[in-house]
């Protein structure tokens, strides 16, 4: 299995340990957590279109495989209610080199950022509020089209 | 001809509905086309900024057409990651 999106935690390690088992042509390993943020925050909420969601990340994950040498990939997104500190995604990729791990990992998440459909909405002191989309992450998934 | 029509985040909470069945009017034959027609009867959709649409769970331009038995969705820009 590829891509899920789940309201239970997962665990990194096993994760990461899991993208290079058996395989002895896996050379690189790289992987990204995302976490939920404190300060004023008390909790977050991720709504997210069910069937699209899959759709859409599985979409970014074989765009991916299209352009660098990959082995293994692996994305979690949570969705439900969450705390500061608590795991929100996971992105993980192997390939024999680092580069296109490194690089493949940072496309996924660049553009999991712009095109898969999840919202958060922000509890804090005040009130719910729903975080607004930031131009800086459009700016990242565009750099990946401007050629490589 | 109808349309199912999904709302979700800010925009459903908005609508006060996450989900409708929408008679598609005689000629509205794009997203934007039923965005126009919906905007006539809901300010929610009338102000909300940079609405985003997705057709039968494809991320899709204003232009894309729709028919009758479509998922037609609007929502806000997204904030997952």
Redesign the interface.
């Known amino acids: 299995m590829t891509v899920s999106v789940q309201e239970t935690d997962f665990d990194c390690g096993a994760e990461v340990a899991v993208l290079s088992a058996g395989d002895d042509e896996a050379g690189a390993v790289a992987s990204f957590v995302g976490l939920v943020r404190g300060g004023e925050i008390l909790a977050m909420t991720l709504e997210h279109y069910p069937g699209m969601t899959e759709q859409a990340l599985q979409k970014i994950v074989d765009q991916a495989r299209q352009r660098w040498e990959v082995r293994r990939v692996r994305v979690i997104h949570r969705v439900g209610r969450l705390a500061p500190g608590d795991q929100i995604v996971f992105v993980g990729v192997s390939s024999r080199h680092r580069g296109d791990a490194f690089a493949a990992c940072e496309f996924i998440m660049d553009y999991l950022k712009t095109q898969a459909p999840f919202w958060k909405k922000e509890e804090t002191p005040s009130g719910g509020r729903w975080v607004d989309a930031r131009e800086s992450d459009e700016d990242a998934a565009r750099r990946w089209s401007g050629g490589n | 001809m109808s349309v199912k029509v999904?709302y979700?985040?800010?925009l459903r909470e908005a609508m006060g509905r996450s989900a409708e069945s929408v008679d598609l009017p005689a000629g509205v034959t794009t997203a934007g086309g039923l965005r126009d027609c919906l905007a006539g009867q809901h300010e929610a959709i009338r102000t909300a900024k940079?609405l985003r649409v997705?057709v039968n769970?494809?991320?899709v331009g204003l232009d894309a057409p729709v028919a009758d038995g479509d998922e037609v969705?609007f929502?806000?820009?997204?904030?997952?990651?």
Request: net charge neutral; no cysteine; proline share 12%.
């Open positions: 999904l979700f985040a800010g940079n997705a769970q494809q991320m969705a929502f806000p820009p997204v904030t997952g990651g």
